[in-house]
């Protein structure tokens, strides 16, 4: 008796222009859907229905290998990522705290038991990331052991004797590049030499006070009156953010029937924030006399100029939605403090 109930095979019916019925046989499992010679019982048929099922065979071994073992931190890893509380990160948070994990730990302790990871291994680690890297990234190694073993422990995944090997080590010292914030001599020049269309993408970062990520997922539904809504993709904080009159000016006379994204690369697409970041250096580049600047300082910039206008900490919070607000300040505030103090010794004179 020839079996019809071979397992991963279903069958199709085809009516024949004689008016007579065939029916043709596929092979069917993950992912693989491929038709089969013949019918059931014909050698050509059982050959080529052996072949498809060893190898499915094959690739469930070779995954099966490919898994790791669940005591071992790439499997922790693994589990941190897909995890609820993983994907409730913004999705540049989430790109940064993957690749510190996949491309820095991962590959040195993948095989290991992730419950014997200790803090002296941990900072081996970072040290040799250090040496290779800057201190920044090497301190993203402690970082991120700190949080995926603080991930681990809320999951009851450790014993309770463990000890976080991340939390407790020592931040590297290196050398901080500041923030540079723009004056409103390098704002005036650039808002004058510039291409039109880096205009717009300024005084965006000026009047709103956003990081370069939230520039660019503004959309024109967004502005809506004399109002622009922002949620924060870092903070997931949303703004209502009351637009300044020289901005309104600016986004009315650009503004098309067009929906979608406000800033938008030359090819007309959406810019991500890296590429946003590019098109500023170029732009400056091109300036005579123009110093080199970022997005990020003109966030500084909108802050100081705020606090200057008189604003007080509330204020300042409720544009530029800043829960550290201070950091933003102090660079603003040194060139002030600097001018102020240099007009009093010239007034001595």
């Known amino acids: 008796m020839v079996r019809a109930d071979l397992p991963y095979t279903y069958r199709n019916s085809k009516k024949l222009a004689g008016g007579k019925w065939r ?8 992912g693989v859907d491929t038709p089969l010679p013949g019918q059931p019982g014909e050698s050509a048929f059982t050959i080529r229905y052996g072949e498809l099922l060893a190898q499915a065979e094959t690739r469930k071994a070779k995954e099966a290998a490919a898994e790791p073992g669940r005591t071992t931190f790439a499997w922790l890893a693994r589990a941190y990522l897909t995890s609820a509380e993983f994907n409730q990160l913004a999705a540049t948070t989430q790109d940064d705290y993957r ?7 991962v590959p040195a302790l993948g095989i290991e038991r992730f419950d014997c990871i200790t803090r002296a291994t941990i900072k081996l680690i970072r040290d040799s990331v250090a040496k290779t890297h800057s201190v920044r990234t090497a301190h993203k190694v402690k970082q991120m052991a700190s949080a995926l073993y603080s991930w681990a422990e809320d999951e009851d995944l450790l014993p309770t004797s463990f000890i976080n090997p991340g939390k407790a080590l020592r931040k590297l010292k290196g050398k901080s590049k ?26 965006l970062a000026l009047y709103t006070g956003q990081r370069r990520e939230d520039l660019v997922q503004m959309q024109w539904s967004d502005v809506i009156g004399d109002m622009v809504r922002v949620r924060q993709n870092k903070t997931g904080e949303p703004l209502a953010i009351p637009a300044h009159r020289e901005l309104r000016k600016h986004l009315a006379t650009i503004r098309t029937k067009f929906a979608g994204p406000i800033l938008r690369g030359q090819d007309g697409k959406r810019m991500n924030a890296n590429q946003l970041s590019a098109a500023m250096n170029r732009a400056i580049g091109k300036i005579d006399g123009m110093p080199q600047r970022s997005l990020h300082g003109l966030r500084y910039a909108s802050a100081g100029a705020l606090e200057e206008a008189g604003c007080s900490v509330v204020h300042i919070s409720s544009i530029i939605g800043h829960r550290t607000y201070e950091m933003a300040l102090k660079y603003a505030r040194q060139r002030k403090d600097a001018e102020a103090a240099m007009a009093k010794l010239e007034g001595r004179a």
């Not at 690749?99 to 730990?105: V, W």
């Not at 723009?182 to 269309?197: D, G, N, Q, R």
């Open 23 to 30: 029916d043709y046989w596929r092979f069917r499992r993950d």
């Open 99 to 105: 690749k510190t994990i996949e491309q820095r730990l």
């Open 178 to 203: 500041p923030i540079e914030v723009w004056s409103t001599e390098e704002i005036e020049l650039f808002l004058a030499k510039c291409e039109p269309a880096m205009r717009t993408p300024v005084l």
